[in-house]
Each structure stands twice: as structure tokens, then as C-alpha cells.
T-cell receptor, first 115, second 111 residues
Framework: AQKVTQAQTEISVVEKEDVTLDCVYETRDTTYYLFWYKQPPSGELVFLIRRNSFDEQNEISGRYSWNFQKSTSSFNFTITASQVVDSAVYFCALSGVGSWGKFQFGAGTQVVVTP | ETGVTQSPTHLIKTRGQQVTLRCSSQSGHNTVSWYQQALGQGPQFIFQYYREEENGRGNFPPRFSGLQFPNYSSELNVNALELDDSALYLC??????????FGPGTRLLVL
């Protein structure tokens, strides 16, 4: 069985602060993909990043960066210099080879960025 | 925008009725997945269609059914609606079973 845990329900920051979202996952698959999606109030899930299980290199893309650590089954996501437009619910998701294409989502973390 | 469209955007039904939701996938995508998202929760996988065949199903009863058409668009049908079926229904398209791109969703309210 697959499981994704996002322990933080809500994070509030002031604009320009950094925000780090935690994600811990469980899977028996040796090959899997991890994702982060953003859901603004409009409701549409917006794809942000994808990382496969055999590539632990951490990267930065603009104001987004992620820290994938297989040893601790964590896939954390950071927004640098937050902006009001970053206010949304952020979801971590897992798709394993045993259930390929069946995304398991976490409960989400609400990020509130105030001016 | 992803190019995935869903209709209708909002819908109100009463208990026991039937509903059909529609999804047009992004150009070039052959796989459609459907998710149910209750208020304050993460999306839950309903089922996936790959080249017109059901290709995986989550823990949803048989009254949730679907179709995929030759142009890869899809329908989600729910029979005998219950109050707990009130949710945001999200459709996602992908090439094979890769990254899924989501539509804006259909908000269903069952009274």
C-alpha cells in the first residue's frame, strides 16, 4: 500500500519569507515518481515538479527547490522569497510501478502569504 | 492552462439521481484519470482509462463508472447519488501513465 503524509495543515508567512513544505511517503515499490501540485482557490491542480526514485539529485527551478531523501522517504519542497500569488494548497503525490498512474495524494498543506 | 477541459463546472443534483461528467484530454494524451476531492482533503483516485480500456480502479463502488472515447475524451457516470458524493471531481490527462495534467474540475452538490 502507498501512503503520503503531509503533517503541516497550514503555514502562514509574510511575503519574501521562505516556505518549506514537508512530505513523507511509504511505498513497497522500488521504482516510483513523486510530484508536487499546487491548487489555488480556483480548484485546478497545477503541476509543479516531478522526481523519480532513482535520481536523488536536488534541484532548483526559479523560486522552487526540492529535497528528495530516499533514506528518510521524504520529498520536501521549498518556495524561496514567497509572494502573495503563492497562496494555495500544495499537494505531494506518489505514483509507484505497482500501481502505475494511480496517484496517491497527501492531505495537502495550505500556504497563506500575507503582504 | 493545461488544455484539459471539464463540463459542467457546477452541478446540483438530488439523492438517487444519476450524473454524467465530461472531460476532454490535452492534445496528444491517451490516458485519462478521474479523482474525487472532498472538501479539505486530497484527491482520491477513482479510475483510469488508457486507450479506451479501464486501467486501474480505486476504492469506489460500481455505481461509479466511466468511458473513454476514440478521441481520448472521457465520461464519469455516477448512479444513485448519495449525499457523500458531493465533491470536486477532477479529470487528469497524461501520455501513457506519466505526469498528469488536471482540468478545472466539476463541483457536484448532492441535496
Amino acid at each position: 500500500a502507498q501512503k503520503v503524509t503531509q503533517a503541516q495543515t497550514e503555514i502562514s508567512v509574510v511575503e519574501k519569507e521562505d516556505v518549506t513544505l514537508d512530505c513523507v511517503y511509504e511505498t513497497r515499490d522500488t521504482t516510483y515518481y513523486l510530484f508536487w501540485y499546487k491548487q489555488p482557490p480556483s480548484g485546478e491542480l497545477v503541476f509543479l515538479i516531478r522526481r523519480n526514485s532513482f535520481d536523488e539529485q536536488n534541484e532548483i527551478s526559479g523560486r522552487y527547490s526540492w529535497n528528495f531523501q530516499k533514506s528518510t522517504s521524504s520529498f520536501n519542497f521549498t518556495i524561496t522569497a514567497s509572494q502573495v500569488v503563492d497562496s494555495a494548497v500544495y499537494f505531494c503525490a506518489l505514483s509507484g510501478v505497482g500501481s502505475w498512474g494511480k496517484f496517491q495524494f497527501g492531505a495537502g498543506t495550505q500556504v497563506v502569504v500575507t503582504p | 492552462e493545461t488544455g484539459v477541459t471539464q463540463s459542467p463546472t457546477h452541478l446540483i443534483k438530488t439523492r438517487g439521481q444519476q450524473v454524467t461528467l465530461r472531460c476532454s484530454s490535452q492534445s496528444g494524451h491517451n490516458t485519462v484519470s478521474w479523482y474525487q476531492q472532498a472538501l479539505g482533503q486530497g484527491p482520491q483516485f477513482i479510475f483510469q482509462y488508457y486507450r479506451e480500456e479501464e486501467n486501474g480502479r480505486g476504492n469506489f463502488p460500481p455505481r461509479f463508472s466511466g468511458l473513454q472515447f476514440p478521441n481520448y475524451s472521457s465520461e464519469l457516470n455516477v448512479n444513485a447519488l448519495e449525499l457523500d458524493d458531493s465533491a470536486l471531481y477532477l479529470c487528469a490527462s497524461s501520455w501513457d501513465r506519466g505526469t498528469q495534467y488536471f482540468g478545472p474540475g466539476t463541483r457536484l452538490l448532492v441535496l
